[in-house]
């Protein structure tokens, strides 16, 4: 899904897209690192590691929950085109 190019208001799409990467679990994002193409033990290797990054967090499934992972996308400009 390509929420501005649906036509998407540009502050609602980031907000999807915040929203997303957050409630990413383990197996998702190991879909989304194979999608890229990246190699098996490449992808285990950075899921051991987010696991580990995020062993303090109350909800552990949600291995990209907490705002560091997240919080850096921003919206620059008014988000219209024309």
Sequence with gaps: ?????????????????QQRLA???ASA???VLAAEGLPPALIS????RLRQA??????RRYILSHPY???GFVLIGSGVSG
């Design 45 to 48: 290797r950075e899921l051991a």
């Design 1 to 17: 899904m390509r929420p501005l190019a649906e036509g998407v208001p540009a502050a609602a799409a980031l907000r999807q897209a």
């Design 69 to 71: 992972y997240w919080a």
């Design 54 to 59: 995020c062993a303090t967090l109350s909800n």
């Design 29 to 31: 994002r190991r879909a």
């Design 23 to 25: 409630g990413l679990t």
